[in-house]
């Protein structure tokens, strides 16, 4: 049984930080893109971020470039979301993604984590 566990999430201040951590059992992690979407209140899921299986190759939305990174850690079939200089509009629940390919998200969804940046 695949599974995808979120954690990081929490109450932040404009300009402040967080680290987003998502642990995969049930897949061969290494093999597996990874990324990272969000959702807000009202909103469609929106893409965030993306790292390719060896974790050589990342893609961000523009709306994240410079100020979010993505990364992997394979020994430990963990993938983060480090979040600098977050706004009021990244307000959002984040979702860990497996699978798929560059340009498409995988099958398989964590449940999410709460990340609320207060102005």
């Known amino acids: 049984q695949v599974q995808l566990v979120e954690s990081g999430g929490g109450l932040v201040q404009a300009g402040g930080s967080l680290r987003l951590s998502c642990i995969v059992s049930?897949?061969?992690?290494?093999?597996?893109?990874m990324g990272w979407f969000r959702q807000a209140p009202g909103k469609e899921r929106e893409f965030v971020a993306r790292?390719?299986?060896?974790?050589?190759?990342?893609y961000y939305a523009d709306s994240v470039k410079g100020r979010f990174t993505i990364s992997r850690d394979n020994a430990r079939n963990t993938v983060y979301l480090q979040m600098n200089s977050l706004k009021p509009e990244d307000t959002a629940v984040y979702l860990c993604?497996?699978?798929?390919?560059?340009?498409?998200?995988?099958?398989?969804w964590g449940q999410g984590t709460q990340v609320t940046v207060s102005s």
């Open positions: 049930g897949r061969t992690f290494s093999r597996d893109y």
């Open positions: 790292i390719s299986s060896s974790g050589d190759t990342t």
């Open positions: 993604n497996a699978g798929g390919i560059p340009t498409v998200a995988g099958d398989y």
